[in-house]
Structures are given as structure tokens and as C-alpha cells.
């Protein structure tokens, strides 16, 4: 079976993919921590990421952000087994948003 494979990316890399078309920021961490400090785009909480792929399918490209890379790596695999999801670009933010600090 063929799978998506995601890229690694800083998070100044993501600030600049951010501003291109069709590309969205997925932040996976709790609301209460988007609400606290975010990098904008979208919160998706990882416990909802298979029940809300829908929210995503208009995009070619997906970042995915978290606090510290955790979270993200584990919703970048998983978008990255989305079969639909061959032609979409798929970005992990290593080091999450504690990088940047």
C-alpha cells in the first residue's frame, strides 16, 4: 500500500508555508492551550483529528503544530495513512511551538 510521508519544518518555515494558498496550520494540542497561546490556523484537538479530516480535505497542504512536537508527529502519521490524502503535502513542526521561545 502506498502512504503520504510528512516533511519536518521549523517553525519559521511554517509561519512562511502558512501564508500560501491552500495550505492550513492544524494545531492538535487542547483548546484551553490554543486559546492561551496560539500560532493561529485551526485547533483540532488530537482526540478529534479522524472525526474531523472533513475540516481539512479542502487544503493541499497540512501543517501540524503542538507544544512540543509530541502530538503533532502522532496526527502528521496519521494524516500521512489518510489513503484520499496521497496528493496532499503533509508538514510536522519539529520542536513544536516551544521552539521558537
Known amino acids: 500500500m502506498t502512504r503520504n510521508t510528512f ?3 521549523d517553525l519559521n518555515e ?3 508555508l502558512q501564508a500560501v494558498a491552500d495550505t492550513v496550520l492544524v494545531d492538535v494540542r487542547e483548546t484551553w492551550e ?3 497561546f496560539n500560532e493561529g490556523g485551526i485547533n483540532i484537538p488530537l482526540a478529534e483529528i479522524r472525526e474531523r479530516r472533513a475540516d481539512l480535505a479542502p487544503f493541499k497542504s497540512i501543517i501540524v503544530i503542538c507544544t512540543n512536537g509530541v502530538r503533532s508527529k502522532v ?3 496519521d ?3 489518510v489513503p484520499e490524502w496521497l496528493d496532499k503535502q503533509i508538514f510536522h513542526v519539529k520542536g513544536g511551538i516551544i521552539e521558537s521561545e
Open 7 to 9: 516533511t519536518d519544518i
Open 14 to 16: 511554517a509561519r512562511r
Open 34 to 36: 490554543f486559546e492561551e
Open 75 to 77: 496526527a502528521a502519521m
Open 79 to 81: 494524516y500521512c495513512r
